[in-house]
């Protein structure tokens, strides 16, 4: 196997194992949700991405075969460029279709009280849904899991990397677990999504802090 082929088989392996489950996941749940409320999935609109790259990867494969042991091994690196080439065109796509399929909405066909996709960010997929009070949404360390924020002490801005963000549906409240990146101190702080900018909030009530803290600690880890 040539490095063209070995690259296309890892390809087919990690992206093949999210098409089909995102396949079936639509197949299986088309019937029991609005229309509207499926097309507003992230992953439903996105998916086109991924069937076009399947589709490359397969039609790639089989033109390096049709070329021979030794030409593939000369071409090899035009392939698996045209390759990484269409996945950063795509980056955002491709990246926003793994986090789906992690996402415990992926086949969640419950009437949501949650902001579903329409709190979804990149790096960002629900780890645990109750369907009823409590949603908990895990980051994924990337540059869209970190955040500056002014230190009250210092007046100067220190970086954070996001580790969740709990929404409590039953009193409408939303908080943001994040954690210091040069001290690793974390804090749990209120959290108000809205434009321009998210803006945030010091926590006063102990029973908000602990909920929060709770719902995050409780959620179980692969």
């Known amino acids: 196997m040539n490095k063209t082929e070995e690259f296309i088989s890892e390809e087919k392996r ?32 996105r998916q086109p991405v991924l069937d076009k790259y399947m589709d490359l990867l397969d039609s790639t494969n089989q033109e390096t075969k049709n ?16 390759l990484k080439t269409f996945k950063s065109d795509h980056y955002q796509e491709l990246d926003q279709l793994k986090k789906c399929h992690q996402c415990k909405c992926l086949k969640c066909t419950a009437v949501c009280k949650f902001d579903s996709c329409d ?44 580790l969740a963000i709990v929404q409590d549906s039953l009193e409408d409240k939303r908080y943001i677990l994040i954690e210091n990146m040069q001290n690793k101190e974390r804090f749990i702080l209120y959290y108000y999504p809205k434009l321009p900018e998210d803006d945030y909030g010091e926590i006063t009530d102990e029973e908000d802090f602990n909920f929060a803290a709770s719902a995050y600690e409780n959620v179980e880890r692969d």
């Open 67 to 82: 070329r021979g042991f030794f030409k593939g091994l000369i071409d090899g690196d035009k392939y698996v460029n045209l």
């Open 14 to 45: 990690h992206y093949g194992k999210i098409y089909s489950d995102i396949a079936f996941a639509i197949s299986e749940i088309k019937d029991f949700l609005d229309e509207n409320i499926l097309k507003n999935r992230k992953y439903y609109s």
């Open 119 to 162: 709190g979804c960010k990149a790096g960002r997929h629900v780890a645990y849904c109750d369907h009823e009070r409590t949603n908990v949404a895990f980051f994924d360390n990337s540059q869209n899991s970190m955040l500056n924020l002014t230190n009250n002490n210092t007046g100067k801005d220190d970086r954070y990397t996001v």
